[in-house]
């Protein structure tokens, strides 16, 4: 690949970090103007000085989805989905956004995850235009917004607004740091917060009262148990079983009352195969059982997302995998692919960089991950 697309990859890139995104649940007093709407229309700007259509949809509270089109030589119909979003920068030992390109890297919040695809599409959406080519499938590129927390809007919103004009995507890239590995397939989960309310009375004669503590301690070694039940079965796919965590918990008033309010949150991971509301309803059920003679109430905290999972041997999946010579595989954490579960023909995730080094003290991703990446796309995309 010729350095003149390294140097636009790494240009594209540089401009994006430059443009603080920073997650509104992430903010802090470093994070510039938090949320998506900056980078949404710079981005909107660039698609369309590219030749695309370009939509902006206000999602929530001024952060926009962006939806740029553009027409290959065909009408079928496929989508790359990238989260404009980033995680906080308060924790970051370096300057979060100057994007510069160092070391053969570019550096800053969101060069890696993932602005780094987008940085890709840019650079070969420019090369082609200049060049006079146009893709085989018709494309769309999607900015989502609040992917790294609230519960996926930007993604379930792009569905609704897809659905609503009867597009029906034959491939989605769902773009993570995967290394270049296309991953086709990850747990989905389903989450609750649960309220266990007992009755309070002077701790000196904790029988006229019934402990709320005791009673969520008795579901919490009741999941644990659950949970280790799961580990024994099965698996249905290579993404394995699913799993269970109680990740908070906290609850009483004073050290000489019993305690008639305790409340603890429940994650239990859902593998592909699973049906997340029939897992709902036994985990309802298993910690209803365990809290008596307390009662608890269960509010759901996400949709409840079923596991992905896509055949390796599908033809997206295949084409990466040629084209960025690694192995499909699969990932424990959870993406945008679990709001597109029966939505697109075809579903993977995949993008340049490694996981392990999103969200840390300081970030960057190397250029020639970005080049493998545009390779990747133009096998995936076929201009000409
Ligand atoms: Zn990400």
Not at 6 to 18: E, G, I, K, N
Not at 114 to 121: G, N, Q, R, Y
Not at 200 to 217: D, E, F, Q, T
Not at 306 to 330: C, H, I, K, M, N
Request: contains cysteine; charged residues 20%.
């Amino acid at each position: 690949m010729s350095s003149e697309l390294a140097d636009r990859l790494a240009h594209w890139l540089a401009s994006l970090v430059r443009i603080p995104s920073v997650n509104p649940l992430h903010a802090g007093p470093r994070a510039g103007v938090p949320g998506e709407r900056a980078i949404a229309s710079a981005l909107a700007g660039w698609l369309e000085g590219l030749g695309a259509r370009v939509e902006v949809q206000e999602v929530v509270d001024g952060r926009p989805n962006v939806y740029a089109f553009v027409a290959g030589r065909t009408e079928r119909l496929v989508v790359l989905d990238v989260h404009t979003d980033t995680v906080s920068v308060e924790h970051m030992t370096d300057d979060p956004f100057d994007g510069r390109v160092e070391d053969g890297c570019v550096w800053g919040r969101g060069a890696l995850d993932t602005k780094a695809s987008l940085a890709v599409i840019l650079a070969l959406l420019e090369r082609w235009a200049a060049a006079g080519l146009r893709p085989e499938p018709s494309l769309l590129v999607v900015g989502s917004i609040s992917e790294e927390g609230g519960g996926m809007l930007g993604a379930i919103a792009f569905r609704q607004w897809a659905e609503a004009h009867h597009l029906r995507p034959d491939q989605l890239i769902v773009s993570e740091p995967t290394r270049c590995h296309p991953i086709y397939g990850h747990k989905g989960g389903v989450g609750f917060e649960v309220v266990v309310a007992g009755e309070a009375a002077h701790s000196s004669m904790p029988h006229l009262g019934r402990s709320a503590i005791v009673a969520a301690a008795r579901a919490v070694l009741a999941l644990e148990e659950e949970h280790e039940r799961l580990q024994t079965l099965p698996a249905f796919t290579e993404v394995g079983v699913g799993s269970i965590n109680v990740g908070l918990i906290s609850g009483g008033t004073a050290g000489n009352i019993v305690p008639d309010h305790c409340t603890f949150t429940v994650g239990r991971r859902v593998c592909p195969g699973e049906d997340p509301e029939e897992v709902g309803r036994a985990l309802r059920a298993l910690i209803e059982a365990a809290v008596r003679p307390c009662s608890a109430t269960l509010n759901q905290i996400n949709p409840g997302a079923p596991g992905f999972y896509q055949s390796p041997d599908s033809p997206v999946v295949r084409v990466l995998a040629e084209a960025s010579g690694f192995a499909p595989t699969v990932a424990p954490y959870g993406t945008n692919a679990l709001r597109y579960v029966g939505f697109a023909k075809q579903l993977v995730v995949f993008g340049p960089g490694c996981i392990d080094d999103a969200h840390k003290a300081r970030e960057c991703v190397a250029i020639s991950e970005l080049e493998l990446c545009a390779a990747a796309f133009e096998a995936w995309l076929q201009p000409a």
